[in-house]
């Protein structure tokens, strides 16, 4: 797959002459907590020079599932790569923001860094000879605010699959996005009305595993930011009104050999597919993501096929540096850096023990008999079943810190 091309990347040097330079005044370092929500505190210019040497300290106690009562200061060093300025806030006294590496006070990595997770997953593959793309495909509703700004239940609209205006009016909304993610070095590929009432999606390309998940983190910032801005509210959980579409978190996987092997992606599909159980807790971290399950083309059994909608993952139509699959089963709930890491893990696997998956199921599954059902093995039906197969699983254990898994199955 072709990756997403940043057009500047700087160094801690630039990034200080660059604060310098373009009135830049607040910077946030920005981090997500052990469920991939985003956090940031905000620093002045000449506080800039410290944190990339020394660290800014944070109090860990009070961040979810980071588990710091007794060990409570951990320390942000930003990542000068990731360097974006903030379009929505001021042109005059400008808000730039980077993600961040979190340490302990004597320097060694937090093992609940999720995205320090993700960059060991990476290195492994690496070193393995497999390098990794991913592209989101994340869905959102938008509803109406009250005259206090608050959400309703009321959807912006009720328009349906890729219609246009005046019946989507989310059109408008979707164009500031995407103008957004552009200022921002993020590339949308298309936009458009989902099924749903007031639901939309956007999808971008693909990227290295790290920006695909920072990207990832920074669209669900812009969309919400975005539509406060517009006096709307943007809802990704998975399933907001109870009777139409859930929201999905579609990942695109690419994957290409460093050895030149060729037709790898069916080893890939078997290394997901003997595992996706035991990860579907972090895919799926919230009780209502089980309700999106085997409604509406969201997955209900662990099954593969080329094109067909039904199954947990797919091979879209597509070639050359285009073919890729498609993991169907995540909800926008999820943390990407954990996700995209087990991912590759799983994958991994699959590759090493040239794991094959089963024979496709081109047929449309949700129009099976509950005899023919019943020849196919299901995803956890509920999250207290979702997080005894991650608890059990040596899998997971091999590859999450124990205390990442206490936070997703306690």
Same mark, same amino acid.
């Given at each position: 797959?072709?990756?997403?091309?940043?057009?500047?990347?700087?160094?801690?040097?630039?990034?200080?002459?660059?604060?310098?330079?373009?009135?830049?005044?607040?910077?946030?370092?920005?981090?997500?907590?052990?469920? +991939?929500?985003?956090?940031?505190?905000?620093?002045?210019?000449?506080?800039?020079?410290?944190?990339?040497?020394?660290?800014?300290?944070? &109090?860990?106690?009070?961040?979810?599932?980071?588990?710091?009562?007794?060990?409570?200061?951990?320390?942000?060093?930003? &990542?000068?790569?990731?360097?974006?300025?903030? !379009?929505?806030?001021?042109?005059?006294?400008?808000?730039?923001?980077?993600?961040?590496?979190?340490?302990?006070?004597?320097?060694?990595?937090?093992?609940?860094?999720?995205?320090?997770?993700?960059?060991?997953?990476?290195?492994?593959?690496?070193?393995?000879?497999?390098?990794?793309?991913? +592209? @989101?495909?994340?869905?959102?509703?938008?509803? *109406?605010?009250?005259?206090?700004? *608050? !959400?309703?239940?009321?959807?912006?609209?009720?328009?349906?699959?890729?219609?246009?205006?005046?019946?989507?009016?989310?059109?408008?909304? %979707?164009?500031?996005?995407?103008?957004?993610?552009?200022?921002?070095?993020?590339?949308?590929?298309?936009?458009?009305?989902?099924?749903?009432?007031?639901?939309?999606?956007?999808?971008?390309?693909? @990227? &290295?595993?790290?920006?695909?998940?920072?990207?990832?983190?920074?669209?669900?910032?812009?969309?919400?930011?975005?539509?406060?801005?517009?006096?709307?509210?943007?809802?990704?959980?998975?399933?907001?009104?109870?009777? #139409?579409? +859930?929201? @999905?978190?579609?990942? *695109?996987?690419?994957?290409?050999?460093?050895?030149?092997?060729?037709?790898?992606?069916?080893?890939?599909? +078997?290394?997901?597919?003997?595992?996706? /159980?035991?990860?579907?807790?972090?895919?799926?971290?919230?009780?209502?993501?089980?309700?999106?399950?085997?409604?509406?083309?969201?997955?209900?059994?662990?099954?593969?096929?080329?094109?067909? $909608?039904?199954?947990?993952? %797919?091979?879209?139509?597509?070639?050359?540096?285009?073919?890729?699959?498609?993991?169907?089963?995540?909800?926008? /709930?999820?943390?990407?850096?954990?996700?995209?890491?087990?991912?590759?893990?799983?994958?991994?696997?699959?590759?090493?023990?040239?794991?094959?998956? !089963? /024979?496709?199921?081109?047929?449309?599954?949700?129009?099976?008999?509950?005899? #023919?059902?019943?020849?196919?093995?299901?995803?956890?039906?509920?999250?207290?079943?979702?997080?005894?197969?991650?608890?059990?699983?040596?899998?997971?254990?091999?590859?999450?810190? $124990?205390?990442?898994?206490?936070?997703?199955?306690?």
């Amino acid at each position: 797959m072709k990756e997403q091309v940043k057009t500047v990347i700087y160094t801690e040097k630039e990034v200080i002459q660059y604060v310098n330079e373009e009135d830049v005044k607040f910077i946030r370092l920005a981090f997500c907590d052990a469920f +991939g929500n985003q956090k940031n505190i905000s620093i002045m210019p000449c506080e800039l020079e410290r944190a990339f040497e020394s660290g800014i300290v944070i &109090d860990a106690s009070a961040i979810t599932g980071f588990n710091g009562e007794v060990y409570s200061d951990l320390f942000l060093f930003p &990542d000068p790569s990731t360097l974006v300025v903030l !379009p929505w806030r001021p042109d005059h006294g400008r808000v730039v923001r980077m993600f961040c590496s979190i340490k302990y006070p004597d320097g060694k990595g937090f093992e609940l860094d999720s995205r320090r997770i993700l960059r060991e997953a990476v290195k492994t593959a690496l070193s393995e000879g497999y390098t990794f793309s991913f +592209g @989101s495909e994340l869905e959102f509703y938008l509803f *109406n605010c009250d005259e206090n700004g *608050n !959400p309703t239940t009321i959807p912006h609209d009720h328009a349906c699959y890729m219609d246009i205006a005046p019946m989507d009016r989310g059109e408008n909304v %979707r164009r500031d996005i995407c103008l957004t993610l552009e200022r921002m070095g993020i590339r949308p590929e298309s936009s458009h009305h989902e099924e749903g009432p007031g639901q939309n999606e956007i999808d971008f390309r693909f @990227s &290295d595993p790290i920006t695909a998940a920072d990207n990832s983190v920074t669209f669900l910032s812009v969309v919400r930011t975005i539509a406060a801005v517009n006096g709307l509210y943007a809802d990704f959980s998975p399933k907001p009104i109870a009777d #139409e579409p +859930g929201n @999905s978190f579609h990942i *695109n996987i690419s994957v290409h050999s460093t050895k030149n092997e060729r037709d790898i992606l069916p080893y890939v599909i +078997g290394g997901l597919m003997n595992r996706i /159980e035991d990860m579907t807790v972090f895919l799926n971290p919230t009780e209502t993501s089980y309700k999106r399950f085997g409604k509406d083309k969201a997955p209900k059994f662990i099954t593969w096929s080329p094109e067909n $909608r039904s199954q947990l993952i %797919r091979i879209p139509a597509a070639s050359g540096q285009y073919k890729r699959i498609e993991l169907r089963s995540p909800d926008p /709930e999820a943390n990407p850096y954990l996700a995209y890491a087990l991912i590759i893990y799983a994958a991994l696997e699959g590759l090493k023990n040239r794991e094959l998956p !089963p /024979e496709a199921s081109n047929l449309n599954l949700f129009a099976l008999s509950v005899e #023919e059902q019943e020849r196919y093995k299901i995803l956890p039906e509920n999250l207290i079943e979702a997080r005894q197969k991650a608890k059990s699983s040596d899998f997971i254990k091999k590859y999450l810190p $124990r205390s990442m898994i206490k936070n997703y199955c306690k």
